[in-house]
């Protein structure tokens, strides 16, 4: 069973800049697919913010483009989010998500794992 590990968020101003990171536990020498979403509020679409691919292919949903920016940790499976230039809109629960398969950034909220969240509050 994976277990996905999140540290980093806060609260900042807009403008500000935040780094969320990620850790997959118990998943031994194979490479996961690792990525990000968000969601505002219980009830709330989910959105997927940014993805790291099995195959190493990056992509970002346009609201975050440019503006966030999605790494590989030191670890294998492991993977960091560095969020630029925070909006207020971007205010919400931030959760890693893992799959062993390939995945579009609209679909990484239907990862098989996820974390527990991480709270990003940016202020006007």
């Known amino acids: 069973q994976v277990q996905l590990v999140e540290s980093g968020g806060g609260s900042v101003h807009s403008g500000g800049s935040l780094t969320l990171s990620c850790a997959a536990s118990?998943?031994?020498?194979?490479?996961?697919?690792m990525g990000w979403f968000r969601q505002e509020a219980p009830g709330k679409e989910r959105e997927g913010v940014a993805l790291l691919n099995m195959d190493g292919q990056i992509s970002y949903a346009d609201s975050v483009k440019g503006r966030f920016i999605i790494s590989q940790g030191n670890a294998k499976n492991t993977v960091n989010l560095q969020l630029n230039s925070l909006k207020p809109e971007d205010t919400a629960m931030y959760y890693c998500?893992?799959?062993?398969?390939?995945?579009?950034?609209?679909?990484?909220?239907?990862?098989?794992?996820w974390g527990r969240g991480t709270q990003v509050t940016v202020s006007s």
């Open positions: 998500a893992a799959d062993r398969r390939v995945l579009g950034v609209p679909s990484i909220p239907l990862a098989y794992w």
């Open positions: 118990d998943y031994g020498d194979s490479t996961l697919s």
